[in-house]
């Protein structure tokens, strides 16, 4: 994949995202602040030559009130050193008598100029006009004399254009300078801004928002890290549990595979004692039924992780009204033999309860129940089984009188292969893993589990379903 300097192509930098926003919006601000000040300051400039000249010319038409004829006013108008202004007077008829820059008789008719008609009209006037080759702006001010005659004061002044040309290079300057400053407090601002947002550690438990902004975006990091951290752990317990799955089915299939082997080398060999095949033929076959057992209910877990794994219920086929009652009755009748061979009562009683579920689930759940209770029993001891509601909610209830479970074994005996007396186990049969299979058939049938056990007392197990 393509990285440009922002990182990943076709992604943008937010340092530089926010570094231009500022620069360029400093800059066009600075310029366009440095041209309006500019132009108000150039046309208070003009504003205030217009007055001026207004004040001089009433001064200057006071003065000449009592100057009397033309003659007269021309005389004292040629007496007057008018500086950077033009001084005109113009006769009513617009004859120019005089101008104090160029000979009046070159001049032509001032009648049809905008101050000078004012004047005649009025008694003032005034006008500017605009020079576009000459760069500059020329205002006039007009006033009527009692003689009838007209006194007009002119100024020329740089236009608003001509300034701004004439300033451009000091202009270009001072721009300059600004853009180098907003570029650098630009860049600062940028710093400052995203430097929090580059320090927020996603890997973190609990990273906080340098900026509210960021909040939502800050807590589902925080969110996608633990549940992260929680994925970890369960691929890792997944792991663990693999291995310890596949190191604990290898051991138990190995013990009955060795003893199957060495009884049938021993026959084969010709070693035992023909009265000894019986015993050792027993032994083969307790030993390939305990294979076997322990084979069904290896399938029987893959089964079940792979339905919680995909979903999919059907694996273990269609899911029906089934009698709860009735499934427990055909477990008991299949395990009476071997409840009175171990010297147990076993007794069933409850009322008939349907749920919906998978008949074949059901009869292994509660048959790994009642084998247990009687496996891990005394002599003389009772095993009872009730199907009943209880709150509602249908369950099955499995108590025995046996031998009981320490309390910091409780929690642990569902897990597979775990015996809480592994020698005493071993002896008693069993495959290890009968627990295991009725905590998730269980929550197959969403179903929850409760024990309770009182060492040397007894244990009773209650798998209670959902509300039908």
């Not at 890290?225 to 752990?233: G, I, N, P, S, Y």
């Not at 909610?393 to 108590?399: G, N």
Request: aromatic fraction near 6%; charge should be negative.
């Amino acid at each position: 994949m393509e990285r440009t300097e922002g990182g990943v192509s076709g992604t943008h930098s937010l340092r530089r995202s926010v570094f231009v926003s500022f620069a360029v919006s400093c800059s066009v601000v600075a310029v366009v602040l440095l041209l309006a000040l500019s132009l108000f300051y150039q046309s208070s400039v003009l504003n205030d030559a217009k007055g001026m000249l207004a004040r001089e010319c009433d001064t200057l038409a006071t003065a000449i009130d009592d100057g009397g004829t033309a003659g007269e006013e021309i005389g004292l108008l040629s007496s007057i050193d008018f500086g950077e202004e033009r001084a005109t007077l113009v006769a009513p008829d617009g004859t120019v008598l005089y101008d104090s820059r160029v000979d009046a008789a070159t001049l032509e008719n001032h009648a049809d100029r905008p101050e000078i008609a004012d004047a005649l009209r009025s008694g003032e006037g005034e006008s500017d006009r605009d020079s576009d080759t000459l760069g500059y702006v020329s205002f006039y001010h007009a006033r009527l004399l009692p003689s009838g005659d007209v006194l007009r004061l002119g100024l020329d002044r740089s236009s608003v254009g001509r300034i701004v040309s004439q300033d451009l290079f000091i202009m270009v300057i001072v721009v300059g300078c600004l853009v180098v400053v907003a570029w650098f407090v630009s860049r600062i601002i940028a710093n400052r801004l995203v430097q929090p947002i580059l320090e927020i550690d996603p890997e973190a438990e609990n990273a906080q928002a340098p900026y509210v902004e960021l909040e939502p975006l800050v807590s589902r990091l925080n969110e996608q890290h633990h549940d992260l951290v929680e994925r970890m752990d369960q691929v890792q317990s997944a792991d663990d549990m693999r291995r310890e799955f596949t190191a604990n089915v290898t051991h138990e299939l190995k013990t009955p595979i060795a003893a199957i082997s060495g009884a049938s080398e021993l026959i084969r060999d010709g070693i035992v004692r023909p009265e000894d095949i019986p015993n050792f033929a027993s032994r083969i076959y307790d030993d390939a039924q305990r294979l076997s057992a322990l084979v069904s209910d290896i399938l029987t877990l893959s089964k079940l992780d792979e339905t919680e794994r995909s979903q999919d219920r059907q694996l273990f086929g269609s899911v029906e009204p089934i009698d709860l009652l009735s499934v427990a009755s055909d477990v008991c009748q299949r395990y009476e033999q071997r409840a009175r061979d171990a010297g147990v009562k076993l007794k069933l009683d409850g009322v008939s309860t349907t749920i919906r579920g998978n008949a074949r689930l059901l009869d292994e759940m509660i048959g790994n129940l009642v084998s247990n209770a009687i496996r891990y029993n005394r002599r003389g001891g009772s095993v009872f089984v009730w199907v009943l509601p209880q709150n509602g909610r249908p369950c099955v209830r499995v108590s025995d009188t046996g031998i009981g479970i320490p309390q910091e074994d409780q929690a642990k005996v569902f897990e597979r292969f775990y015996r809480v007396d592994k020698g005493r186990s071993r002896e008693k049969g069993g495959t290890g893993l009968g627990l295991a299979i009725v905590k998730h058939a269980a929550a197959f049938h969403d179903a929850t589990i409760d024990l309770k056990s009182v060492l040397g007392k007894g244990t009773q197990i209650t798998v209670t379903f959902p509300a039908q």
